[in-house]
C-alpha cells in the first residue's frame, strides 16, 4: 500500500509552474532576482490586500530575521514570542543576540493567550526596565489566533507585531487575511507548507520604504553605488528567480489547495466526531477561518479506554501512514531552557494529547478512509 505523508508539495495539472521556469531558462534568468520574483510578489501583494508589501526571501526564517532587524532588536533585548510553534519562530531572536520570553496559548485556538501576553510585557518590563522589542504570534496549523486582542496589548504598550502566518497562508479573521494586521508578516513557501516554492519565503511590510529596506538588507547591504561599499552587515536572503517561477504557478491552484485543505477538515469532523475521547480541532468560532494547513486532534485516554495519541501514531504508522504529535513548547525545549516564559498548562496539555493527522492535496478519498479506518481500528 502506498505510504500517506501529511502534506507533500503538489504542482498544478495544467503545469505552470514548469512554465515558468522554463521561461527563466529561456531568458536566462537563473538569479536571487528576475521577472518571476517580481510577479510572485505582485500575486502576494494582490492577496494580502490592505496596502501591504511584499518582499520573496529564501525562507520564513530569514523573513522573521529580517523583520527582527527592522525593528531594531539587538543584544540584551527581549523579544516575546508565542511557545506553542516550531522552533524556527524563535531562533532568529538569538541570532540577533536577543533573549525570547515564552508566552503560553488558550485553549480555543491554541495560540498566544492575550492576556498572558500582558504579562509578559510587564513581567519583561520589571525584569529589564524597558519594553520587549517585538511580539511574535503564530497561526498554528493555519488557525488564526484573537489577533484583535493581541493588537490591542501591542498598541497600549506601543510593541511591534511580527506575525509568524507560515502555517497560516490563506486563513482569515474576521475575512482579513492572517499576517496583514502587525508591523510584520511572514509566509513560508517550503516543501511542505500550504503552497511550496521548494524552499522560500516572504516578508509582508507595512511600506514600499520597508519593503525596499528589507531588500538592501536580504541582498547583501550593498550601498548604491558603482563599487561595492558597505556601511551595515547583509544577508545573502532573496527568493531566486527558478523558486519564484515554482511559487507563480502554485498561486493558480491556491483555492484548489485551501479547499481541499477544508474538505479534509470536515471529513475528519464526519467521521471521527462520533468518537468518545477524540476531538478534531475546528474554527472556535465563526471569527475564524483556518486554511487547516494540518488537520489535528486530541486524544482523551480517560474516555477510550486507555489509548493514547501515540498509539494512535503508531497504529498509523504501522499501516503505511504519517502522523505527527503537535509542536513541543519551546518553553521545555533543551535549547531554550533559560528563556524566562509564561505558562499557563494549556500548549504542554495539548502537546500531550494532540496529533496531526495528513491533509494535504496528495491525500485522496480513498487515503482518507484509510486514515479513519486505521484510527477506528486502534480503539476498538
Ligand atoms: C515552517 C515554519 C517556519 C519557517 O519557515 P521556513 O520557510 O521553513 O524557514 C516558521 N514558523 C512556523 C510556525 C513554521 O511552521
Redesign the pocket.
Known amino acids: 500500500m502506498e505510504k500517506i505523508w501529511l502534506c507533500l508539495a503538489h504542482m498544478s495539472e495544467a503545469g505552470e509552474e514548469m512554465k515558468y521556469i522554463r521561461e527563466a531558462f529561456d531568458t536566462n534568468w537563473v538569479v536571487p532576482l528576475g521577472p518571476n520574483v517580481n510577479g510572485f510578489e505582485q500575486d502576494l501583494e494582490q492577496l494580502c490586500g490592505h496596502d501591504k508589501h511584499v518582499v520573496a526571501l529564501a525562507?520564513?526564517?530569514?523573513a522573521?530575521h529580517l523583520a527582527l532587524i527592522m525593528l531594531g532588536v539587538t543584544r540584551g533585548d527581549e523579544v516575546i514570542c508565542q511557545s506553542m510553534?516550531?522552533s524556527?519562530?524563535a531562533n532568529p531572536i538569538v541570532y540577533q543576540g536577543a533573549t525570547p520570553v515564552f508566552v503560553d496559548s488558550e485553549r480555543d485556538s491554541w495560540n498566544m493567550d492575550p492576556n498572558l501576553l500582558e504579562e509578559a510585557v510587564k513581567q519583561s518590563i520589571a525584569r529589564t526596565g524597558q519594553k520587549p522589542k517585538a511580539i511574535i504570534p503564530?497561526y498554528?496549523y493555519g488557525m488564526p489566533a484573537y489577533i484583535d486582542d493581541i493588537m490591542d496589548v501591542a498598541r497600549r504598550y506601543e510593541i511591534p507585531v511580527i506575525e509568524?502566518s507560515?502555517?497560516g497562508f490563506g486563513s482569515n479573521w474576521r475575512g482579513q487575511m492572517v499576517g496583514t494586521f502587525g508591523d510584520y508578516g511572514?509566509m513560508?513557501?517550503?516543501g511542505n507548507?500550504m503552497i511550496t516554492t521548494s524552499?522560500?519565503?516572504a516578508l509582508i511590510c507595512p511600506s514600499i520604504e520597508a519593503k525596499k529596506r528589507v531588500m538592501f538588507y536580504a541582498t547583501q547591504a550593498r550601498e548604491p553605488l558603482p563599487y561595492y561599499l558597505h556601511k551595515e552587515i547583509g544577508y545573502n536572503y532573496r527568493m531566486s528567480n527558478i523558486c519564484a517561477g515554482i511559487g507563480r504557478g502554485q498561486m493558480t491552484i491556491l483555492d484548489q489547495h485551501l479547499a481541499h485543505h477544508r474538505m479534509m477538515c470536515d471529513f475528519y469532523v464526519k467521521h471521527l466526531a462520533d468518537i468518545d475521547g477524540i476531538t478534531v480541532h475546528v474554527n472556535p468560532d465563526e471569527r475564524f477561518d483556518s486554511n487547516y494547513w494540518l488537520n489535528t486532534i486530541l486524544v482523551d485516554p480517560a474516555k477510550t479506554g486507555g489509548v493514547t495519541y501515540d498509539d494512535l501514531r503508531l497504529a498509523l504508522d504501522a499501516a503505511g501512514i504519517e502522523s505527527r504529535p503537535l509542536w513541543k513548547p519551546m518553553h521545555t525545549q533543551p535549547v531554550f531552557s533559560g528563556a524566562p516564559a509564561v505558562v499557563n498548562g494549556v500548549s504542554e496539555d495539548l502537546f500531550a494529547h494532540g496529533l496531526c493527522l495528513p491533509s494535504g492535496p496528495m491525500v485522496k478519498e480513498a487515503d482518507a478512509h484509510r486514515i479513519v479506518a486505521t484510527i477506528r481500528q486502534a480503539l476498538r
Open positions: 525562507s520564513g526564517t530569514s522573521i510553534t516550531f524556527a519562530s503564530v498554528l509568524d507560515a502555517e511572514i513560508s513557501f517550503n507548507k524552499g522560500g519565503g
